[in-house]
């Protein structure tokens, strides 16, 4: 009886002890406390994409020593945004990152509310540098933005020279944002730069609300089954987790799969033995970059990078498949890319759907 009821007193201790090993939240109205904050879209943290890719450029500040305190906020609701937003600013914190292009609106907003605080927007192109009314203009507000069309280019061109039965496929999110857009024409334009007979075909899931166009895998499996089963033999999948649907449908049906924004091959393991590439944003160590510009800039250095901010973007190892993947192919893929780079060769593809 003693030793049982040793057990349950030590249990119970535990249990008190343990929220004192949390780490609690500083306080981010102090100086010398550097404290970013991200609001994610709607597609969650754990996307294994946009919003994944962007708490990691968070994480990698916080490992760099620039960050001393990082915390996200998921959005349930897009009507959230402002609020979601704003709980960051009232709490003191330095930087804050938003996800997506649906925020935009929102936090440009806050940016004019909170002008002491550095936003930074992923995948949100800022017109007003380009305006000539200098009342719109921030000096706190950069865009991380991404040659989008330039990954969908060389992606396409690796599946036009892939594919066994000269049809292939791209399953995306909604075209109403620029950059799903662009993956998806530029897929289709690096296509046809391959082989102008290649049947290329591009799905938006435009028949649904906002919140629901980027997180339906079913919908995305279902597309992606119904492009194999009339011939597609590699899928391009771009749109969160539906785009992840599609990949790993094409994966299990045994055709090839291309991921989108990260390398797939680590964040979708059940596709990755039939993943063939991604499409890359280099969207966490843009991010961590932007973080660290921020804290220069409030340190007195040199002004923080407002308007837009290029990231870079490229394509992933073809891991599992290298074997399959002629010399010739990879060669061709390296001296488009390297043409891309220098601006030799352009997609064709205009920054937003005519």
Request: aromatic share 10%.
């Amino acid at each position: 009886m003693k030793k049982l009821y040793a057990l349950i007193t030590f249990l119970v201790l535990a249990a008190l002890l343990m929220p004192a090993c949390t780490p609690t939240a500083p306080d981010c109205t102090k100086p010398e406390v550097f404290c970013v904050g991200m609001v994610t879209d709607v597609g969650k943290i754990d996307d294994k994409s946009f919003n994944q890719s962007a708490w990691e450029g968070l994480q990698k500040a916080k490992a760099d020593k620039v960050a001393d305190w990082i915390q996200y906020i998921e959005t349930v609701d897009a009507k959230d945004y402002d609020k979601n937003i704003a709980t960051f600013a009232d709490a003191g914190y330095d930087v804050i990152v938003t996800v997506g292009f649906a925020l935009g609106e929102a936090t440009y907003a806050a940016a004019k509310k909170y002008p002491n605080v550095y936003f930074i927007g992923v995948d949100q192109f800022q017109a007003w540098p380009y305006d000539d009314d200098p009342s719109n203009d921030l000096t706190n507000y950069a865009g991380l933005n991404f040659p989008e069309d330039q990954a969908g280019f060389l992606v396409g061109a690796l599946a036009a020279m892939m594919t066994k039965t000269g049809k292939i496929g791209s399953v995306c999110g909604t075209d109403a944002v620029p950059p799903v857009w662009r993956f998806g024409e530029g897929y289709r334009a690096g296509a046809k730069y391959i082989n102008p007979n290649v049947e290329v075909f591009v799905v938006y899931h435009n028949d649904v609300g906002f919140d629901k166009t980027f997180t339906d895998p079913e919908w995305g499996a279902q597309t992606a089954n119904s492009m194999i089963d009339n011939g597609v033999d590699v899928i391009f999948g771009a749109g969160g987790k539906t785009g992840n649907g599609a990949v790993i449908a094409a994966a299990q049906r045994g055709v090839y799969a291309i991921g989108v924004d990260t390398d797939q091959y680590y964040t979708l393991p059940e596709a990755a033995p039939r993943l063939l590439s991604s499409a890359l944003k280099m969207i966490t160590p843009g991010v961590a970059e932007l973080i660290a510009l921020a804290k220069e800039a409030q340190k007195g250095g040199a002004a923080f990078p407002a308007g837009n901010y290029m990231g870079e973007a490229g394509y992933a190892p073809y891991h599992d498949l290298e074997k399959e993947v002629p010399q010739e192919v990879k060669a061709r893929m390296e001296e488009i890319h390297a043409m891309l780079l220098s601006g030799e060769l352009q997609t064709g593809v205009p920054p937003v759907k005519p």
